[in-house]
C-alpha cells in the first residue's frame, strides 16, 4: 500500500496514480482520508491519500484470467 502526502477528491478511487514525466502507472488510488465528514472535504483536506501498487492489480487481474496486455 502506498500513502502519498498528495489530495486525491473523494470518488477518485480507482483512478490510476502515476509518474508525470512519463505517464508509467504505478498504482490505483484506493482511499482518501477524511479528516471530519465528508461534506467538509473541500473546505479540509486531509493531504492524506492511499494506493494499491500495480503490481498487485496485475497479479489480481491474471488470477481472474483478465488479459493484462
Not at 503490481?55 to 488479459?67: F, P, R, T
Request: avoid cysteine; hydrophobic fraction near 40%.
Amino acid at each position: 500500500m502506498y500513502q502519498l502526502d498528495a489530495t486525491a477528491y473523494p470518488g477518485k478511487s480507482g483512478s490510476p496514480m502515476f509518474v508525470n514525466n512519463n505517464a508509467k502507472v504505478l498504482g490505483v488510488i484506493n482511499k482518501v482520508f477524511i479528516k471530519e465528514s465528508k461534506e467538509s472535504i473541500l473546505q479540509k483536506l486531509s493531504g492524506i491519500t492511499y494506493a494499491i501498487p500495480g503490481k498487485y492489480i496485475i497479479k489480481l487481474l491474471k488470477k481472474n484470467k483478465i488479459n493484462t496486455n
